[in-house]
């Protein structure tokens, strides 16, 4: 079974520009994440959908931070502009909706940013 | 709030050696608990999880953590560890119900020496 596909694995870019994350998520999975991890902290959920909707983006800066799951399979991460303290690791996951898996959300290798 | 504190940044330990890496939470409602380990360079796996039922989970290679509710932890123990398990270890909780959202705590560094 293939896993949670993630790219690019690195991005280096220079504040104020912008980057995008791509993520494709297990066959099967309804649920995705987007989670942040800051170099000595523990992941930080971002964003959740569920199938194309979004269930929770309470963390997510929304100011400069966007996200889609356009037909409900892959889904995008976007940060305009980037500043210095988006430099992390940002994780994509997925998981069931229901039934005796759901608790258990599969990880991607994540794409490490540096912005300089 | 939910949160999880994982009360050691890092735990050197020599090889063959027990091991104990602490997680204590804070919930005022039913909570769902988990180990993910993170190696060098890949995603977290999940290690282990406590539901319902029996306090003592175990995993298949050899780490066992036991649900606290009156101390609200949940360790993360292995009698005798190996090279191998040097990784990251981080705790996390999930409040029953909701959208499955997970909190993790800040991780701990499992140093493993020979």
């Known amino acids: 079974e293939a896993g949670v596909a993630q790219s690019p694995r690195y991005k280096i870019i220079e504040k104020r520009q912008s980057v995008a994350f791509w993520c494709n998520p297990i066959?099967?999975?309804?649920?995705l994440y987007w989670y942040q991890q800051i170099l000595g902290q523990g992941p930080k959920l971002l964003i959740q959908f569920q199938n194309n909707g979004v269930v929770d983006d309470s963390q997510l800066p929304k100011d400069r931070f966007s996200a889609e799951r356009l037909k409900g399979v892959d889904s995008t991460l976007k940060i305009q502009p980037a500043k210095l303290e988006d430099s992390a690791v940002y994780l994509c996951a997925s998981s069931f909706t229901s039934g005796v898996d759901y608790n258990e959300q599969f990880f991607g290798p994540g794409t490490r940013l540096t912005v300089l | 709030a939910q949160s999880v504190t994982q009360l050691d940044s890092q735990v050197p330990v020599f090889e063959e050696a027990p091991v104990e890496l602490r997680c204590n939470y804070s919930?005022?409602?039913?909570?769902?608990l988990f180990w993910y380990v993170q190696y060098p360079n890949q995603g977290l796996q999940l290690l282990l999880k406590y539901l319902s039922g029996s306090t003592l989970v175990e995993s298949i290679n050899g780490f066992e953590a036991e649900f606290n509710k009156s101390q609200t932890s949940f360790h993360l123990r292995k009698p005798s560890v190996h090279i191998s398990d040097t990784a990251e270890y981080f705790c996390a909780v999930r409040v029953s119900g909701g959208y499955n959202k997970l909190i993790f705590g800040a991780g701990t560094r499992l140093a493993v020496h020979p």
């Open positions: 919930s005022s409602v039913s909570v769902y």
């Open positions: 066959s099967g999975h309804a649920t």
